[in-house]
């Protein structure tokens, strides 16, 4: 539980699944992973089957997902990339369910979720926080409903950073360098080159992507170009968001560039490929059922 970059929920599963059967935290931790990366299999498909009113539709997501050959090895890392996944996914599920119903129990159940993905890693605080940006962007009483968000979030993570920032004084060894000084700007900005460089080199790679990968980014620049709908696409702004914020970090921390991308930033990629999924499958299905009819 001191770890600072490995919140609540994963030491919890982890170390309560390893006392029950006697020790065996490895062993248990590697299994929990593939059960995660299943639940979230699951949810990819149950969302995209709401949203497009076919199985098949949602079945294609959560193939799609689980093809990526990244997604079963960071999964069988033993860290706690499924589970954040899982809670990222359901996040956003529960979100798009109140953009269509509009109500006040369903944001309470978005902040729920949205504390949930920061208690398992700190990558969760930032989806929360763009996650709570969407609520200006759909659904009705949008002022009401981001303080609503804003308030259980807030209450729910308080007592965490309260134990781990100030009753233990840890840090996040990745956030030491986000200091925005002219020195550190100047540094970040030269590193900008290098590091588009290292991730365009990894994101060609057909052996860590498949050919889903690729599909993703066809899509992504489909949607410069008005394809789908106007709502969802600015719901594009989360895993797309996620991604700049990684990338902020990556140059302004204190590591060799292309040592931090390659040990860094394939896991943190994979984390928006859910999110992705969820919100281009219907999009495609949708604007391609339009232009049949």
């Not at 799609?64 to 050959?69: A, G, K, N, Q, T």
């Not at 996650?131 to 409903?145: E, H, K, S, V």
């Not at 980014?217 to 106007?230: A, D, M, N, P």
């Amino acid at each position: 539980f001191g770890h600072p970059d490995y919140p609540l929920l994963w030491p919890t599963i982890w170390g309560f699944s390893g006392w029950l059967s006697g020790g065996w935290e490895e062993c248990w931790s590697k299994g929990w992973g593939t059960i995660f990366l299943f639940f979230c299999v699951w949810e990819i498909v149950h969302i995209v089957k709401e949203q497009c009113r076919s199985l098949t539709a949602g079945l294609l997501a959560g193939a799609l997902f689980v093809s990526i050959p990244n997604v079963p090895l960071l999964a069988s890392w033993s860290y706690a990339e499924a589970p954040l996944w899982l809670m990222m996914t359901c996040g956003l599920a529960c979100f798009l369910r109140w953009q269509d119903r509009s109500s006040r129990g369903g944001v309470v159940i978005v902040a729920l979720f949205a504390a949930a993905t920061a208690y398992t890693k700190n990558e969760g605080i930032l989806f929360a926080v763009l996650l709570g940006t969407l609520f200006f962007f759909g659904g009705r009483n949008r002022l009401r409903a981001v303080f609503i968000y804003a308030s259980i979030f807030i209450f729910c993570y308080l007592l965490w950073w309260y134990w781990s920032r100030i009753y233990y004084d840890l840090g996040s060894h990745v956030t030491v360098g986000l200091h925005f000084d002219t020195g550190l700007l100047y540094r970040a900005a030269k590193r900008i080159p290098s590091a588009c460089e290292a991730i365009f080199t990894m994101w060609r790679d057909i052996r860590q992507w498949n050919i889903v990968g690729f599909g993703i980014i066809s899509v992504l620049v489909g949607t410069l170009f008005g394809f789908g709908y106007e709502g969802r696409r600015l719901y594009l702004l989360l895993p797309a968001g996620l991604i700049l914020g990684y990338l902020v970090v990556i140059l302004f921390h204190n590591a060799e560039i292309y040592w931090q991308i390659g040990t860094a930033w394939n896991r943190l990629t994979t984390q928006t490929l859910p999110l992705f999924l969820v919100l281009l499958v219907p999009m495609y299905q949708n604007f391609s059922a339009k232009h049949v009819e």
